[in-house]
Structure formats: C-alpha cells, structure tokens
C-alpha cells in the first residue's frame, strides 16, 4: 500500500489561487469517490475541509474546492490568506477496503 | 456534541504492547459510524492504521495487521486500540476518529496523545 503521491510544498502570496495534487492509482483515487482533504496546523488534529471528492462540511470555507480527474485528486485554495499556512493531507479510500493518505504538502503564504 | 478523547500510556518499552482507549461522549457508538485509529510519527505524515464498524467488523492497514487489533466496547461507548511487539518506529501521536458510513467524511477527531517506544 503506498502512500498517494503529493508536491512537498507550494506557495502562494495572499489572495491568490493555488492548487495541490495527490496522484494515486486506479485502486484508490481513480477507483472510487472517496477522497478527502485535511488542513493540520502545527500541533494540531487535523481539520477535515473536503469529503468525497467535492463536498464541504459546514463551516469550513468556500475558498476550498476539490476536484478529481483520472487518478489524480485536487485541492483548490482561492484567495489565500494567511490563515491558510499549513499542511494538508489527501486520504483516499481503496479497493482492498483499506484507506492510504498522501505524504503532505506544505503551504506556504508569502 | 461529539467529543472523541484518546488516553493510555504514553511511554511503551520496545517489544511489548501498545494500548490505547478512545472515549466517544455525546453519541451513542452502537448508532452507526466507523471508527478509526490513525497515526502521526514527529515531524512525518499521517498514516491510517485501522478502523472498525460498530458491529465489530474491522479493517486494518496490511503492513500492521500482522500486530494490530482494534475493538469496541458499547457497555462503555468506547474503542480500543492494540498494537503488539512495538518498536521505536511506532512512536508516534494517535488520533481517533469517526467516520460517516458511505462517505470519506472524518467529521470527529480526538485531540491526539503521544507515545513514545523507548527502554
């Protein structure tokens, strides 16, 4: 089970668009439409900001979208703010009924 | 309010067994959910471990599954996590988790407890 394959780190200065990847297989992101993205600040549980690929649980903001094409998942952050520097984790649920994340992305606003 | 809280030692000597409890208050753990262990070495990623339906069915992560065990106790509305002949790559921060049947949504999250492997 290898863990699904994301950028280290992307930057972005406030207000601005940035976009991350988490590339998979067929058995897991191409296979099936459960994908998730989490927020995790420093010392923090990770927040959950987007759920079978496109939702968004209450109260997280709309500046976060997700998307997915093939075996690769997307997380959109639109107008960066500060507040948005973090890591973020995708999860993916696969065939073996088993579920992976991908190793992380530093965001960092400039 | 859902509140998930993870407690147990947190210093494990090598080669003996990890265990820890996730206290679930404000829903009832036999109404439905998946419950998940999942885990966080310092300064590394996430990594899911395990996670058990509430009728007891339970899914574990290949390269574990050979030492884990997870179980659920309804008479205490909580669950457990078992992880046998440790070493110092399972130090780590544990989370707890629940999650929606059908969906990939974690809408609960424990805070996290670490511990350590060390002699």
């Known amino acids: 089970q290898s863990a699904l394959t994301q950028p280290a780190s992307v930057s972005g200065s406030p207000g601005q668009s940035i976009t991350i990847s988490c590339t998979g297989t067929?058995?897991?992101?191409?296979?099936?439409?459960?994908v998730s993205w989490y927020q995790q600040h420093p010392g923090k549980a990770p927040k959950l900001i987007i759920y079978?690929?496109?939702k968004r649980p209450s109260g997280v903001s709309n500046r976060f979208s997700g998307s997915k094409s093939g075996n690769t998942a997307s997380l959109t952050i639109s107008g960066l703010q500060a507040e948005d520097e973090a890591d973020y984790y995708c999860?993916?649920?696969?065939?073996?009924?088993?579920?992976?994340f991908g190793g992380g992305t530093k965001v960092t606003v400039l | 309010q859902v509140q998930l809280q993870e407690s147990g030692p947190g210093l494990v000597k090598p080669s003996e067994t990890l265990s820890l409890t996730c206290a679930v208050s404000?829903?009832?753990?036999?109404?439905?959910?998946?419950w998940d262990w999942i885990r966080q070495p310092p300064g590394k990623g996430l990594e899911w471990i395990g996670s058990?339906?509430?009728?007891?069915?339970?899914y574990y992560r290949p390269s574990l599954k050979s030492r884990v065990t997870i179980s659920v106790d309804t008479s205490k509305n909580q669950f457990s996590l078992n992880l046998n002949s440790v070493t110092a790559a399972d130090t780590a921060v544990y989370y707890c988790?629940?999650?929606?049947?059908?969906?990939?949504?974690?809408?609960?999250w424990g805070q996290g407890t670490l511990v350590t492997v060390s002699s």
């Open positions: 067929s058995s897991d992101v191409g296979g099936h439409n459960y």
């Open positions: 988790a629940r999650r929606v049947e059908g969906t990939s949504n974690r809408d609960c």
């Open positions: 999860n993916s649920y696969t065939s073996s009924s088993t579920w992976v």
């Open positions: 404000g829903f009832s753990i036999s109404s439905g959910y998946y």
């Open positions: 058990i339906y509430h009728s007891g069915s339970t």
């Open positions: 079978d690929v496109t």
